[in-house]
Nanobody, 128 residues
């Protein structure tokens, strides 16, 4: 069975930084970070494909960096120059389902059924 555990969330002022971490038990599938703000749908932030390619939402390009440490079995999300708009619950997910593989747009609003495994989330709050 696969377990995902997120950590690293917190409260920071605009312009600050946070590093999120996702510990996992399976490092041979696509993984990604997603977020959901109150009253909004869950959306993709960044993904790390099984072939090593990465994708970022336009809103975070140049500010966020996704990385993977296979030796430590962790997926990281370095978030710099944080904005109040980044405030959300951040979730780690792993292993695309057939529904996930059928996605045309790389990122955007996500259906939870697109990934096989999800963590419980870690809250990120950015104040102005």
């Amino acid at each position: 069975q696969v377990q995902l555990v997120e950590s690293g969330g917190g409260s920071v002022q605009a312009g600050g930084s946070l590093r999120l971490s996702c510990a996992y038990t399976n490092n041979m599938c696509t993984m990604g970070w997603f977020r959901q703000a109150p009253g909004k749908e869950r959306e993709g932030v960044a993904t790390f494909e099984s072939d090593g390619t990465t994708n970022y939402a336009n809103s975070v390009k140049g500010r966020f960096t996704i990385s993977r440490d296979n030796a430590k079995n962790t997926l990281q999300l370095q978030m710099n120059s944080l904005k109040p708009e980044d405030t959300a619950m951040y979730y780690c997910a792993a292993c695309k389902t057939q529904l996930g593989l059928s996605r045309i747009q790389t990122l955007g609003f996500i259906d939870l059924r697109e990934y096989s495994y999800w963590g419980q989330g870690t809250q990120v709050t950015v104040s102005s």
